[in-house]
């Protein structure tokens, strides 16, 4: 049971490269969540996905595009990178009940140079 | 608008002495609070929760938080802290059906031996 991955652990881009993170979670989880940690700011939700082919924006979506076509992986787009989007990411994921804890991945580490 | 402070940005504390997180909440409607820790360069780890009942809230490794409803607040207690401690500490809300998290900035501990 590895809980929930990311991949990749780090990765450099340059302005206006694409890239995708990957998340997976083995817990038959129904939701999951993408955030970004900045310093000082703690963690704030970019988008999340309540369910399979779902998704919704969080606080600070633009950006950023995600996509659920399976229920273990949530996939984070950036579509054209900006030295704004460097941060940690982190994806997460829970039951959806609401007395369920978030378990979260181990971060991306992600530079736009 | 939903928003957690966490006043302290750095607390540093010897090995053994009592240690106190506080922890700030708005939110309209009854709270679901949370403790996180992230030792570096790791993922979030739940410490505690709270949903209803006992204000008083025991955790892992020792940690315990009371909710005072009367004062917003949701802080993070420990009698007698160890080296192993030292890490950043989020305190989160639950909002909108309680999966959505809104995080503080977190607070950076340190131990001194």
Redesign the interface.
Known sequence: NAG?TQTPKFRVLKTGQSMTLLCAQDMNHE?M?W?RQDP??????IH?S?GEGTTAK?EVPDGYNVSRLKKQNFLLGLESAAPSQTSVY?C?S?S?R??D??Y????TRLTVL | AQS?T?PD?HITVSEGASLELRCNYSYGATP?LFW?VQSP??????LL?Y?SGDTLVQGIKGFEAEFKRSQSSFNLRKPSVHWSDAAEY?C?V?VD?????I????TRLAVHP
């Open positions: 929930v939701y969540y955030y000082g700011m703690g963690l704030r939700l999340y309540v969080g982190f997460a829970d959806g609401g007395t804890t978030q979260f991945g181990p971060g | 957690v966490q940005i679901y996180y360069g790791q993922g979030l780890q739940l929760k949903f989020f989160a639950g059906g309680y999966n959505k998290l995080f503080g900035a977190g």
